[in-house]
């Protein structure tokens, strides 16, 4: 089945820094990548996501790209402040035919923003 | 418009007693996904309804756990005879449904196990 992995774990940054958090997937037939963005004690909120036929959406200070061929995607902070201080998950659909998709997640990573 | 719905909050309950979660998804999404996250780590599927169908039970961790839909709206998940290791946090998410659509998650249920 899908398997995803997500780097890294953990994950600090100066105010004004970018950050980078990177995923693998394993599945070829998968075709849609969120992002979900979990603040301590809330639920995970969806940022942005990206669907295979393209390489690349931006929203503000917000981006991911896909290199399909290499099977990752990444997200790109720019800017960063310390309320982007969350933990955030990948995740990668896993075609269900005519039932319909399901997500696989990452394990998440850590933000913390310091100012 | 509401949100995702779920109740209770918080639920502890002893060793061996069993538990019913309850998930509203937003009206008119035919998907429904029931997630566990213990304390720390990430998003493990449970099982998933596109309307009242559960296609994929997979991610069950074992036959204490079962869930059903009934009028392609209201979800329960029953843990029988509960044990502490099923302590965790249970998100129900739902989507337009079909295909890769955005899930949006409920605030959750915090299950104690003591």
């Known amino acids: 089945g899908e398997n995803v992995e997500q780097h890294p774990s953990t994950l600090s940054v100066q105010e004004g820094d970018s950050a980078v958090i990177k995923c693998t997937y394993s599945d070829s037939a998968s075709n849609y990548f969120p992002w979900y963005k979990q603040e301590l004690g809330k639920r995970p909120q969806l940022i942005i996501d990206i669907r295979s036929n393209v390489g690349e959406k931006k929203d503000q200070r917000i981006a991911v790209t896909l290199n399909k061929t290499a099977k990752h995607f990444s997200l790109h902070i720019t800017e960063t402040q310390p309320e982007d201080s969350a933990v955030y998950f990948c995740a990668a659909s896993i075609p269900g035919g005519e039932y319909g998709n399901k997500l696989v997640f990452g394990a998440g990573t850590i933000l913390r923003v310091k100012s | 418009g509401a949100g995702v719905s779920q109740s209770p909050s918080n639920k502890v309950t002893e060793k061996g007693k069993d538990v019913e979660l309850r998930c509203d998804p937003i009206?008119?999404?035919?998907?429904l996904y029931w997630y566990r996250q213990s304390l720390g780590q990430g998003l493990e599927f449970l099982i998933y309804f596109q309307g009242n169908s559960a296609p994929d039970k997979s991610g069950l961790p074992s036959d204490r756990f079962s869930a059903e839909r009934t009028g392609g709206s209201v979800s329960t998940l029953t843990i029988q005879r509960t044990q502490q290791e099923d302590s965790a946090v249970y998100l129900c998410a739902s989507s337009l449904g079909l295909h890769n659509n955005e899930q949006f998650f409920g605030p959750g249920t915090r299950l104690t196990v003591l």
């Open positions: 009206s008119g999404h035919t998907a």
